[in-house]
């Protein structure tokens, strides 16, 4: 018989995917997507409405949303699904602290209404909690992994960190198949625009050909465990096909600044940037042209930073035979040229 997925978040950069990866695997996948006046599906666009033309052998899309529990309880009993990825979440930690509340309750409370509803329909079903390396904040230790206390920085972080331990809650208290897969920061093309890494490759793309004058950031200095959303959707789903229920950490292992990831983008670019200033002073100077590309802006400092993060995924490398195929400056690569195409278009 043909397996089945239910996917939250199937219109977000993992969801869309992840939904191709199944498809792929001959999943038959369902997506949960909320109602907007703004139809927001360009990234399963081509995998939905062109390649399989609305033929819902491979995939079919259901309204409902993590707030409401009685969309989701619907939407399990009709789809029946093999497998549940909890991806839906408000995801954007720095606007998690101009809506606390909300993503509070989507992030945090939304992983309780499905576990629970799943729980209560009594489904053999398999369930991947997205977990974050956010949850670690400004952790004690150089590298993170399984066994790091959590140390949460904003309240996205503290929403993830609710979702965690609900998750092992229910594995432990109701015997379910329930998984936590800890991922550090992943990026690609399909990232959105007001993330970090998507908002530097889109920006300079759009500078380069005269679409856009500056790129404002924030702290240059954080470091992340930079890795590619395609190597890491893979992990979720060999964290299900897994023999019994356990938590994973995914990463890279490496770490970088944000203004590594700046220099590495401008100069593929053809950009030579050279840094002048400190702090919220400091800016960015193309020596081609002589102009000043890129710029402080204190708007986009959280009011709480973590600064290093840094994954070790050794478990899932030795019990999963998981590991990141892209590298760090094949990633840029990717999303650059990716960018740049998009912004030749626009200029067009």
Not at 137 to 164: D, H, I, M, R, W
Not at 242 to 270: C, M, N, Q, W, Y
Request: with cysteine; hydrophobic share 35%.
């Amino acid at each position: 018989m043909t397996k089945t997925a239910l996917i939250t978040g199937i219109t977000g950069q993992d969801g869309s995917y992840l939904a191709e990866f199944l498809i792929e695997k001959g999943y038959k996948v369902y997506g949960i997507v909320r109602r907007s006046s703004v139809l927001n599906r360009q990234r399963i666009e081509d995998l939905y409405y062109k390649k399989y033309n609305y033929n819902m052998d491979n995939i079919e899309i259901f309204y409902g949303d993590l707030g409401d529990s009685s969309s989701l309880n619907r939407i399990l009993k009709k789809t029946e699904p093999n497998e549940v990825y909890n991806l839906a979440a408000q995801s954007h930690v720095g606007i998690s602290f101009m809506i606390p509340e909300y993503t509070c309750d989507v992030t945090g409370l939304g992983v309780v209404r499905m576990l629970d509803g799943l729980k209560d329909l009594g489904f053999i079903t398999r369930f991947y909690q997205a977990s974050s390396s956010e949850m670690f904040g400004n952790a004690l230790v150089e590298k993170q992994n399984e066994q790091t206390p959590f140390l949460p920085s904003s309240p996205y972080a503290c929403a993830k960190v609710f979702a965690y331990h609900i998750t092992r809650i229910y594995r432990e208290a109701y015997n379910m198949f329930a998984s936590n897969g800890i991922l550090f920061n992943h990026e690609s093309p399909r990232r959105g625009e007001n993330f970090v890494t998507r908002k530097i490759t889109f920006s300079l793309s759009r500078i380069k050909v005269g679409l856009q004058e500056k790129l404002y950031l924030g702290n240059l200095d954080s470091k992340r465990d930079w890795g590619y959303a395609k190597d890491f959707v893979k992990a979720m789903w060999l964290i299900l096909q897994h023999d019994k229920p356990d938590d994973f950490v995914i990463a890279t292992g490496e770490t970088h600044t944000v203004r590594e990831f700046v220099e590495k983008s401008a100069k593929l670019l053809d950009f030579d940037i050279e840094w002048q200033g400190e702090g919220l002073n400091e800016k960015g100077t193309d020596l081609n042209t002589g102009k000043t590309i890129i710029e402080i802006n204190p708007r986009f400092y959280r009011p709480l930073d973590v600064e290093f993060l840094l994954g070790d995924s050794s478990k899932a490398r030795k019990l999963l035979k998981w590991k990141p195929e892209v590298n760090f400056e094949k990633l840029i690569e990717i999303m650059v040229n990716a960018d740049m195409k998009l912004a030749k278009l626009l200029k067009d």
